[in-house]
């Protein structure tokens, strides 16, 4: 497969080593800074760039009829918009908040704990993640995803970054040196806590899954989930 990278930085450089060991070949790569390459012979475009520069490669992408995988958090306010784009354009889209195989197992079993936990009243949950200091975004994507599916079987209103409100679910945002992402679930009584915790050894799991994500994408039309990708059931 000939792949497009929008944007390669951390992420870029770690799926192009990948994609190259699995035999695809990237013949084109962009960044704020420089264009190099053919996008137009791109059998798919891959773009971990940053929450300003998401729509408009996303959009770069259908225009051209390249299917396009979408990594980049902290964009999600125009998620419809680049759906309306991808059905307008007959295109193929997948979007993730966190592509590892391992976070999209997490998220199955968040799901079935917020379900387990609905009735228990005395614990109260809370999700925190850790990221590295370069992270533009806060939340984190993954944690706004884990948040919100909570939010589906709790009596809490909305997800609030760093609050105390109790009505509101508090997201708690630390950054620290080259943590590549953490994220835990508490549920947390007077008398004990629960925790679900995910940690990152490193960010082969993100690249390896939106090499899979673009590898499902071929002759496929449609806005797909990870999911749908890896066959884990709802
Ligand atoms: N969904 C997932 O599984 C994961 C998502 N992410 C998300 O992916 C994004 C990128 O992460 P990461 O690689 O670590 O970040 P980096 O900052 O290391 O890399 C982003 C790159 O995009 C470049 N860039 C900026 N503007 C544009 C543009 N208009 N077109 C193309 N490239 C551009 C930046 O260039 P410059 O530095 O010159 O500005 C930089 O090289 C973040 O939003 C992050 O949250 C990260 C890991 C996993
Ligand atoms: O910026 C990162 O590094 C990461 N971003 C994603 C997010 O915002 O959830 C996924 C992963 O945690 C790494």
């Known amino acids: 497969?000939?792949?497009?990278?929008?944007?390669?930085?951390?992420?870029?450089?770690?799926?192009?080593k990948l994609a190259l060991e699995k035999g695809h070949s990237v013949v084109y790569k962009s960044a704020s800074d420089f264009e190099k390459g053919f996008f137009d012979e791109a059998d798919a475009a891959i773009e971990?760039?940053?929450?300003?520069?998401?729509?408009?490669?996303?959009?770069?992408?259908?225009?051209?009829?390249?299917?396009?995988?979408?990594?980049?958090?902290?964009?999600?306010?125009?998620?419809?918009?680049?759906?309306?784009?991808?059905?307008?354009?007959?295109?193929?889209?997948?979007?993730?908040?966190?592509?590892?195989?391992g976070v999209n197992l997490f998220f199955s079993i968040n799901e079935y704990?917020?379900?387990?936990?609905?009735?228990?009243?005395?614990?109260?949950v809370s999700v925190e993640e850790i990221h590295h200091l370069e992270k533009k975004d806060a939340p984190s994507g993954t944690a706004i995803t884990i948040a919100e599916e909570i939010l589906k079987h709790n009596d809490k209103k909305n997800w609030k970054l760093n609050t105390s409100e109790e009505n509101n679910l508090n997201i708690i945002a630390k950054r620290e040196e080259d943590v590549k992402g953490t994220h835990i679930v508490s549920y947390e009584s007077s008398i004990d806590t629960i925790s679900l915790k995910h940690e990152a050894h490193s960010r082969e799991g993100f690249a390896l899954g939106a090499i899979l994500a673009a590898e499902y994408l071929k002759n496929k039309k449609g806005i797909f989930t990870m999911k749908e990708v890896l066959g884990i059931k709802e």
């Open 113 to 124: 704990a917020a379900k387990l936990m609905a009735p228990w009243k005395e614990y109260n």
């Open 1 to 16: 497969m000939k792949i497009a990278l929008l944007g390669y930085g951390k992420m870029g450089k770690t799926i192009e």
């Open 48 to 101: 971990f760039s940053s929450p300003e520069s998401a729509v408009k490669n996303i959009s770069k992408a259908l225009e051209a009829g390249i299917p396009i995988v979408c990594g980049t958090t902290g964009w999600l306010e125009k998620y419809d918009e680049m759906v309306n784009l991808c059905e307008k354009r007959n295109g193929s889209f997948i979007y993730a908040s966190n592509f590892s195989v």
